[in-house]
Each structure stands twice: as structure tokens, then as C-alpha cells.
């Protein structure tokens, strides 16, 4: 390589190895005081949003800085008072339906009268194997189990829950439910108006999947079978002693206990299987796909439902950690109003430090840091808060459950880039399979599409495209990466640092490679200096 700068060359490889070790000492310090930097990181955020506000405010009505911070602050929470008035109720209250349909499901609800009808079936049953077995009530066994013309020297009437009029009232009233995801309504006359703690109407929910139902229905025909045979064999006994009804009547209970047991057993499954998974496998179900998810994904079931089931019960903990947001939440504001009020003054001693031949060219960087970070912010935010209205809307508009916190959820999710517009669409798309008909599922589906396409094309570009100047590829690294190492919040500021390290690399390679002089900026009069010194003169030399 002819006329090679090796000397420059030299630089460039130690001022990267320096930047990195610089790279690798900060993000060591980050994560040993990451709640610090955080509650730092989030008062530098709220101070980025607000400063348009303050400085207009200073333009405008020419008052003291901290009057205008105060004023902006004054407003600001009126606004998000206002705003939370009108959410808090609905939103505790989708909160509270949301817990208690995780806590409560109605399919589960369904499943619990099926059992509580299985277990009434159990016991007629033993009371009729008892009856038979002790031989002292003939006539009572077959009221049990039978009609009128089972035994033609009995005179007395069928019972009125007697085992076939339950078994008949499971098959039409309690089974269907499962299998529809419908509601259990009562069967006239029979059971349930002899109840005294008859179930109550269960909504439309999440079917049970027809592969979980299967045992039920045969053990159901088992049941039947037996029912049949000891009927049968009861009316023999009336004109022929060969027959044995006791061996019978054992097998009745035998089948009805049987029963009972897997209705137990499904129960157990459908409480510790997500809706989610239940939705699907119905699907496979019914396209005939012999895959069991439960199987393919059980030890993730079982470990997410534990986690959900302490989440919701330990109130202790809940309660605590909203203290403790609180408290950061003030400590934030705090923060934040010192930066809004002194935050020009700190940079302006800053630039006293740097020296007069280069204050122009830092204050280039700073300027584009300002544009980067502090403008991608700002825009960011907006976007999130007009996504997360839209989706809200258009949740409550299609007559979705728990609109609030489909735009809350959407709010939080369009603030990580590039990825939050999809992870915004989830919960209204799943919660649109789940409970609605196919064809409001592809509405739903079509409207954030739709939104989707507004944030990317519309409000997004116009917003943050332009303080950022990244490629979308570099975009999705460089949030793979935030994500990796900060979270949520290394996600979140992924891209404006991105940026910013995109600006400082193109001027440091035009400065050293291509040896373009460093741009420059003027540093406007608004920027406070510190007023300089006069250095002491030198003694004069001894002669």
C-alpha cells in the first residue's frame, strides 16, 4: 500500500479499541447501577418532552424560567389528572374482569357443573349398588335406576333424579357447553330444579377442545351400557331368580365413578391450560390434527400458569412494588425539573470548559444530539399515544373486551421501534379469535393493519424518520442488541444511540480518512457562557 498514513492509520485502530473499552466500562457501570441510570435515563426523557413546552412558554410570555417550568408542570398534570379521572374506572375495571376471567374462566366454570353433575351421578349410584347389594329395598333400587315396567310387583314411582333422567340431563345440558363454549342453562324439571345451589349462567367462552371431551363421551357409553344391562337384567329378575342384579349394580357404579374421575381429571388440565392453547388445540380438533400442544408444550404451561397464579395472589408484592414506582416516579419528576430549570446553564458551563477554537465544532455534536436523541424521543412518545389511541378506539368500536387495555398495551408496546407495532396487534387479535366470530377476527385484524400502516408510512416517518437517518436493518440490530443488554429500555434507546454513533463514526471517518475539516455550528447567544477569568500574569523572570 503505497503512501500509507501509518501514523494515522495507528490512530483510527487505537481511538476504536478505546472507544470500546470505553463501550465495555460503561455498559459495566450501567448494569451495576442500573436503577440509578434508569431513574436518570427516564428524568432526562421527561425533561426531552417537556423543553419545547418551557422554552415556548419563555418566548411567549417572557417570565422567569422556573415560572414557565412550573406553569408546564401545572398544565401537563392537569392533563394526565384528567385523563387518568377518565381511565382509572374502566380500567380497574377490565383489570378486575381480566384477573378474575384468568383466576375463573367460564370454560373452567363449565367444566365445574359438569363435575358437580358427575358427582350427583356417583352418588345415586352408590345408593343403588347399597340398595341392591343389602337386598332390603328392591323396589327402591329399581326407582333408582329404572321405570315403572322394570319390575311389575314394584308399584312405587321412579325416583326423581334417578340414573338415567341425570345421565340424559349430562348429554343434553352440561356436555354441549364444553364442546360450544356456550353458556349452561337449566333443564326444566329435572336436576337443576331440585338443586338447591343450582350453577349459574355461564357466558360464552373458550370450548373445550373435542380431543379433551372424547374420554367423557366414553365413558359416558360405558355408563349408558351398564345402565341398560341393569334394566335388563331387573326385569328378568322379576319372572327368573338367574339373574344377578347386585353384580350389576356394581358395575354401574364402577362405570359412574369412572366417569367422575376423568371429569376431575379435565378439570385439572382446562385450569392449568391457557386460553390460548385451548383455542388452538380446538382448532386442530376440529381440521382433525392429531397434535396434542398440551404434550409439545406442557412444562411452559405449567411454569407460566404457577408464575400467573403468584402474580395475581401475592397482593403483598403487588402492593409493594406500586410503592416503590411511586416513590421512583417522584424521584423522576424531581430530576426532571432540575434538568428543565438548569439544564441550559449546565450545558453552557460545559462549553465554557471546552476551549474557544473548538466550541463550534462540539457544539455540532451537541446539536445533533438534541435532533437525535432528544427529537426521536419527543416523536416517539407522540406516537405511542396516537397508536395506542387508535387501537383502544377501534378495540371498543368492534366491540372488543378490555378496549383500555388493548390502548394501553398498545401504548407501551409502540414504544420499543420497529417491533411495537406488531407486538401492538396481539392481545386484540388473540382475544378476537378466542370470543368472536371469524369474520370480526379478520376485521380486527384488517383495522390494525391498517394502523399498523399509518405508523409506518404516515405519523412515523414524518415524526422520528427524519431525526434518525438509520437503514431498518441496522434498526433491528441495534434493538436485538439494546434489548439484550438493557431490556425494555435498551430497546427503547437503541435507535437514537444508534443514530448518534452513526454521526460520530461519518465525521470521525471524514476527519480521518477522508481529512475533511470538522463541521461546525454557531453557538447561539441563548447558551450562557461562564464569563472568563483573568489569568494572573507570570512573575518576571529573575535576571
Same mark, same amino acid.
Given at each position: ?8 492509520? %495507528? ?11 470505553? %463501550?465495555v466500562l460503561a455498559l459495566g457501570v ?11 435515563? $427516564? ?17 411567549? $410570555? ?73 337386598? /332390603?329395598?328392591?323396589?327402591?333400587a329399581v326407582a333408582l335406576v329404572g321405570?315403572?315396567?322394570?319390575? @311389575? ?9 334417578? &340414573?338415567?333422567? %341425570? ?18 342453562? =337449566? ?18 367462552? @373458550? ?8 374420554? $367423557? ?74 397434535? !396434542? ?25 403487588? $402492593? ?5 414506582? *411511586? ?12 434538568? &428543565?430549570?438548569?439544564?441550559?446553564? #449546565? ?34 412518545? *407522540? ?14 368500536? +368492534? ?9 394501553? #398495551? ?5 414504544? *420499543? ?7 401492538? !396487534?396481539?392481545?386484540?387479535?388473540? +382475544? ?6 371469524? %369474520?370480526? /377476527? ?39 442488541? =439494546? ?38 455550528? @454557531?453557538?447561539?447567544? @441563548? ?17
Amino acid at each position: 500500500m503505497r503512501n500509507a498514513n501509518w501514523t494515522r492509520i %495507528l490512530t483510527i485502530l487505537l481511538a476504536l479499541l478505546a472507544g470500546y473499552a470505553c %463501550l465495555v466500562l460503561a455498559l459495566g457501570v450501567i448494569q451495576r447501577f442500573f436503577a440509578p441510570v434508569l431513574l436518570v435515563i $427516564l428524568a432526562a426523557i421527561l425533561a426531552y418532552i417537556l423543553t419545547p413546552v418551557v422554552d415556548r412558554f419563555d418566548r411567549i $410570555l417572557r417570565l422567569p424560567r422556573i415560572l414557565s417550568v412550573l406553569i408546564t408542570y401545572i398544565i401537563v398534570g392537569s392533563l394526565l389528572a384528567g385523563v387518568g379521572a377518565l381511565l382509572t374506572a374502566p380500567l380497574i375495571t377490565q383489570t378486575r374482569s381480566l384477573a378474575n376471567a384468568i383466576k375463573n374462566p367460564a370454560h373452567l366454570a363449565n367444566v365445574q357443573a359438569f363435575d358437580s353433575q358427575t358427582g350427583q351421578i356417583v352418588s345415586v349410584a352408590k345408593s343403588y349398588s347399597s340398595k341392591m347389594n343389602s337386598g /332390603t329395598d328392591f323396589c327402591g333400587a329399581v326407582a333408582l335406576v329404572g321405570s315403572p315396567g322394570v319390575a @311389575t310387583f314394584c308399584t312405587n314411582k321412579p325416583a326423581r333424579n334417578n &340414573l338415567p333422567h %341425570l345421565v340424559q340431563d349430562l348429554v343434553s345440558y352440561y356436555l354441549p357447553p364444553l364442546e360450544r363454549g356456550t353458556a349452561v342453562r =337449566g333443564s326444566g324439571t329435572t336436576s337443576h330444579s331440585t338443586n338447591n345451589h343450582p350453577h349459574p349462567t355461564i357466558a360464552a367462552s @373458550t370450548a373445550v377442545p373435542p380431543s379433551y371431551v372424547a374420554p $367423557l363421551r366414553r365413558d359416558i357409553s360405558n355408563l349408558k351400557s351398564a345402565l341398560a344391562k341393569a334394566n335388563a337384567d331387573l326385569a328378568a329378575s322379576s319372572t327368573s331368580s338367574a339373574t344377578s342384579p347386585g353384580h350389576d349394580a356394581l358395575k354401574v357404579l364402577r362405570a359412574a365413578e369412572k366417569l367422575n374421575t376423568a371429569a376431575l381429571h379435565l378439570r385439572s388440565i382446562v385450569k392449568s391450560t391457557p386460553i390460548v392453547l385451548l383455542g388452538l388445540q380446538t382448532r386442530l380438533d376440529q381440521h382433525h390434527i392429531p397434535v !396434542s400442544l398440551r404434550n409439545l408444550f406442557g412444562q411452559a404451561v405449567n411454569s407460566a400458569s404457577g408464575q400467573g397464579a403468584n402474580v395475581l395472589n401475592n397482593a403483598v408484592t403487588i $402492593l409493594t412494588s406500586t410503592i416503590n414506582v *411511586i416513590f421512583d416516579l417522584f424521584i423522576v419528576l424531581v430530576m426532571s425539573f432540575y434538568l &428543565l430549570l438548569d439544564g441550559g446553564r #449546565f450545558i453552557g458551563w460545559a462549553m465554557g470548559i471546552v476551549p474557544e477554537r473548538n466550541r463550534e465544532q462540539v457544539w455540532f455534536f451537541v446539536k445533533s444530539l438534541d435532533q437525535v436523541l432528544g427529537g426521536y424521543i419527543r416523536g416517539q412518545v *407522540i406516537v405511542a399515544i396516537t397508536i395506542g389511541i387508535l387501537a383502544g378506539t377501534v378495540s371498543y368500536v +368492534l366491540g372488543l373486551p378490555y378496549a383500555v387495555l388493548i390502548g394501553i #398495551f398498545a401504548f407501551i408496546a409502540e414504544s *420499543i421501534p420497529v417491533v411495537g407495532p406488531v407486538l401492538a !396487534s396481539i392481545p386484540a387479535i388473540l +382475544l378476537s379469535l378466542f370470543t368472536q366470530p371469524i %369474520l370480526k /377476527t379478520l376485521i380486527v385484524v384488517a383495522c390494525f393493519v391498517v394502523i399498523q400502516q399509518i405508523e409506518q408510512n404516515v405519523v412515523g416517518p414524518r415524526i422520528t424518520g427524519r431525526f434518525v437517518g438509520i437503514h431498518p436493518i441496522v434498526a433491528m440490530v441495534a434493538i436485538l442488541i =439494546g434489548f439484550e443488554v438493557g431490556g425494555f429500555w435498551g430497546a427503547f434507546l437503541a435507535i437514537p444511540i444508534t443514530g448518534l454513533l452513526h454521526v460520530v463514526t461519518a465525521q470521525a471517518y471524514s476527519y480521518f480518512v477522508l481529512r475533511r475539516p470538522l463541521p461546525t455550528a @454557531t453557538v447561539p447567544d @441563548t447558551v450562557e457562557l461562564p464569563e472568563e477569568e483573568e489569568r494572573p500574569s507570570r512573575p518576571p523572570a529573575a535576571e
